[in-house]
């Protein structure tokens, strides 16, 4: 396979006061997949993508987005941080917060114009939301915050997404609507990194998914490695006996 | 005193231009303090700033204030930056931090004051102004110092507008775009620590926390919008100032500190009950409305449900087979009839159009539309 290597953890290992939350991780993305990452709580998963994108200081190991430290390769990847990592009270509307994502590219100082609005517009369209964009962000509906999270990384035109739990909270229709968004991205070559919790919606969603729990325990095509001897690795019961119960 | 004494007094136009730029300066600077859940980081840093004022007269004898101000500048920032290290070094929360810091550096400072006090050179007479604050000892030179901090610390603002707004709401995104976020935060932190220290002569370490969250607490009723917010903040502050200092030199000179503080609690309680948005008085009054409105609903829906029945949705009904129906009075009638959801002939009503499409969509309002 020639495929470029999108994303390569290396020797990852990342603790919260003395406890390893992840454990030695190795793990290359290739380039182009949608992928989930999988595991029980507490398993490391928004640590994992939240250390890939230097959010948290890991105590050794390296990441590399294709081929080079991440602090050089920004403009590369886009992030879709947990809806209830942010507090919706905040005095803004849905554009501005949409706007948010040109200010990596805008850097230091510089004020968004015209141009970025545009692209802001729409990133709204895109994700169903063009009508809210002057509505204050409490009152849009849990699915349509994660819309604008959604549009707000779609603005940052990146090659790589991070989504930290896309589908939490959210109604049948956005979560349609977002996975739609996502096969969209695959198919223009970019490459989807998912932490997801459904494990009955991985091999309709996914086309690559890694387990994990503290330690890396597989990472491959869903069609491949999503079965019963890497979920009860996972989660360290037989998953598919104890859902047919 | 009379009005004309007001504008032509030095003294208290120097007094009162001073309170006004404090005023706007916290409420400003307010804003960001209290969007960043650090509401009660001002109080910590305002009781911090105490044992500084202390230490520098000791130091260096001097009554100046503007030495005194730099040595509450000094102990100000060595007690935010320990809230921080307590923060991130340690198991406990913010809360806890604020408290501990508050605490042990007032009580050093109040003990620095007393052993002061006992000096023989007693030369330390109005070293206490700085617990209440004594807007009256404001000179020209303080005014300046005041208006020149509000000037960068504006300036700063407006270069660092976008990111400021990007920190506020989601620190973790800001960093994935590249942003130095420690920098931008302490940049924020450094300015609130200034417009704190240069408020202590005027209202005091005690309620000086106050000026910097009440007028912020106040703007954020009135508007969604960070940039309103910023100025309207700095818009009740400047007025706390100015009625504060008018109050307290009309009334045979109350102490000025707890006057403007009192005025912008003003501020905040007419913000809490009557701003459009998020005040009490007008939620209430939405909430009768809509509960009116649904009323007003049932009932439609009550007559399209008969309406339905039959072909010919104009068809006149009496109004007698209403009358068993739960919440249908004269007044409900009339005013579907001034929606034009309905015509009333008599002692007959008969359904419009619009009524009609209106009651067969009544519950469809949460799916998308087509």
């Given at each position: 396979m020639t495929q470029k290597i999108a994303v390569a953890v290396d020797d990852l290992t990342v603790a919260y006061n003395y406890k390893p939350v992840l454990w030695d991780i190795d793990l290359s993305i290739p380039e182009g997949v949608l992928m989930a990452i999988v595991g029980p709580n507490g398993a490391g998963k928004s640590t994992l993508i939240k250390s890939i994108l230097g959010i948290i200081d890991p105590i050794a190991g390296s990441v590399t987005i294709y081929g080079k430290p991440y602090s050089r390769q920004r403009d590369k990847v886009a992030y879709v941080p947990q809806k209830g990592s942010v507090?919706?009270?905040?005095p803004t509307t849905a554009l501005d917060v949409v706007m948010m994502g040109t200010y990596g590219s805008l850097g230091w100082i510089k004020r968004p114009g015209a141009k970025q609005k545009k692209q802001a517009l729409e990133a709204l369209e895109k994700v169903g939301m063009l009508a809210f964009k002057g509505r204050q962000i409490s009152q849009l509906s849990g699915g349509q915050q994660q819309r604008i999270f959604l549009a707000r990384a779609l603005v940052q035109n990146a090659a790589i997404y991070f989504m930290d739990e896309p589908f939490q909270g959210v109604d049948a229709t956005t979560e349609i609507a977002i996975i739609n968004i996502l096969k969209e991205l695959r198919k223009a070559g970019k490459t989807v990194i998912v932490v997801h919790h459904d494990l009955q919606t991985v091999p309709e969603y996914f086309d690559w998914v890694t387990f994990l729990n503290v330690k890396h325990i597989a990472t491959g095509p869903v069609k491949d490695i999503f079965n019963d001897d890497n979920?009860?690795?996972?989660?360290?019961?037989?998953?598919?006996?104890?859902?047919?119960? | 005193m009379d009005i004309t004494q007001y504008f032509t007094d030095y003294t208290l136009r120097t007094i009162t231009l001073g309170t006004a730029v404090l005023g706007a300066i916290c409420g400003m600077l307010g804003s960001f303090a209290v969007l960043r859940k650090q509401s009660l980081l001002g109080d910590a840093i305002s009781h911090a700033a105490l044992p500084g004022i202390a230490v520098a007269f000791l130091l260096t004898g001097a009554k100046d204030s503007n030495i005194l101000l730099i040595g509450a500048l000094v102990s100000g920032l060595i007690g935010t930056w320990w809230i921080r290290g307590i923060v991130t070094k340690t198991h406990l929360?913010?809360?806890?931090?604020?408290?501990?810091?508050?605490?042990?550096?007032?009580?050093?400072?109040?003990?620095?004051?007393?052993?002061?006090q006992k000096q023989p050179n007693a030369n330390q007479a109005g070293l206490d102004k700085y617990l209440f604050g004594q807007a009256a000892t404001l000179v020209e030179s303080d005014v300046i110092l005041m208006s020149t901090v509000t000037g960068i610390s504006l300036l700063v603002m407006l270069l660092f507008w976008k990111e400021f707004k990007l920190l506020l709401f989601d620190k973790n995104y800001a960093m994935t775009l590249g942003f130095n976020t420690k920098f931008i935060d302490g940049l924020i932190s450094f300015f609130i620590v200034l417009a704190i220290v240069i408020g202590l002569q005027t209202v005091g370490v005690v309620l000086m926390s106050a000026m910097l969250l009440a007028p912020a607490a106040a703007a954020r009723q009135w508007t969604n919008s960070l940039s309103v917010m910023v100025i309207l903040a700095a818009i009740f502050g400047m007025f706390s100032g100015v009625i504060g200092t008018a109050i307290s030199a009309s009334q045979n000179n109350l102490s000025t500190g707890p006057v403007i503080v009192l005025v912008a609690a003003v501020f905040v309680i007419i913000s809490f009950v009557f701003s459009p948005g998020r005040g009490i008085l007008f939620k209430q009054l939405r909430l009768l409305k809509n509960r009116r409105e649904?009323?007003?609903?049932?009932t439609l829906y009550f007559m399209y449900s008969i309406v339905r029945k039959h072909d010919d949705i104009s068809r006149p009904?009496?109004?007698?087979?209403?009358?068993?129906?739960?919440?249908?009075?004269?007044?409900?009638?009339?005013?579907?009839?001034?929606?034009?959801?309905?015509?009333?002939?008599?002692?007959?009503?008969?359904?419009?159009?619009?009524?009609?499409?209106?009651?067969?969509?009544?519950?469809?309002?949460n799916l998308p539309e087509q």
């Open positions: 507090d919706w009270d905040f979920l009860t690795k996972t989660y360290g019961i037989n998953y598919k006996v104890a859902v047919q119960q | 929360k913010t809360d806890t931090a604020l408290g501990l810091i508050l605490s042990l550096f007032f009580g050093f400072g109040m003990l620095l004051l007393t052993y002061i649904l009323e007003l609903q049932k009904h009496a109004i007698r087979i209403l009358n068993n129906f739960q919440g249908f009075t004269k007044g409900t009638l009339s005013q579907l009839e001034q929606k034009d959801w309905i015509v009333i002939q008599g002692t007959n009503w008969s359904m419009t159009p619009r009524g009609f499409d209106t009651a067969a969509n009544l519950y469809n309002s």
